[in-house]
């Protein structure tokens, strides 16, 4: 089981503690359906009668995601349907019976697609290798064909805002690209839509969501034991920037959907080989940012054109 820390259980609170913990409760999980909800509007990411494909991997994201969604289901606006879809990938241990038996609890349709990519992974690559990019290639293409059986319109995935930071930050620093996780895509094959409607939760949100639900958390074994990935390096490096300057990782989010191509360098997204002096002044010019950094009206007056 997944904790979040050395909290006293409910029962062993007195009563001023049991109200405490009832109201951040209250409040952790407004926040949650909130942001979701927020992020289904921004992207239009489920509409009337879909049926959208939760994949369950057994780790508290992907359970907070159900957890929501199925809250959502009875509140939103439009009619949906929810089929919960896990991969058994064969790991060694794994117990079986856990999701089937949750999922049967929370009453929701699932499917269990058994494919031993475990042994697959651990066949192609050398021992220390990192195992993530083999394992979520293969994951995807099955939960794909597993969608199209499924006659799924959406295929949602867990991953929360951090998650695509991290990706943005890996990109840069290892791939040379600007590029993180969207909200909302294409699949590779072209044939589903995918969504990740916990795009604006925190990650700490959904922790301590799973230990206010108890749900029951799987680890993965097969890249739990590899320290040094890189994410975990990224990741360590966002802690301690929102720890030495908080709301800075919620503002790096916000660049993400604040994009000037004018004041990047790629070519293809901008014409800069066709820019010439026409007389018009342009929002987005050399002057974007003046008033956000130097904003007294007696520094803009001295500003070229103030």
Known sequence: MWTAGAAPAFETMNPKQQEKQRYEANKLAKRLRRNV??????????????????????????FGLLDVLLYLREHAPISFELVAVNLDQKQPGFPAGVLPDYLRGVGVPFHIEEQDTYSVVKRVLAPGKTTCSLCSRLRRGILYRVAGEQKATKIALGHHRDDILETLFLNMFFGGKLKAMPPKLVSDDGRHVVIRPLAYCREQDLAAWAEERQFPIIPCDLCGSQEQLQRKQVKEMLREWEKRFPGRVQTIFRSLQNVVPSHLADARLHDFAGIKADGQADRDGDRAFDREIFGHPEVISLLPGG
């Open 37 to 62: 909800g927020q992020a289904i509007f921004d992207y239009n990411m489920i509409e009337h009668g879909d049926r959208v494909m939760v994949c369950l991997s057994g780790g508290k994201d992907s």
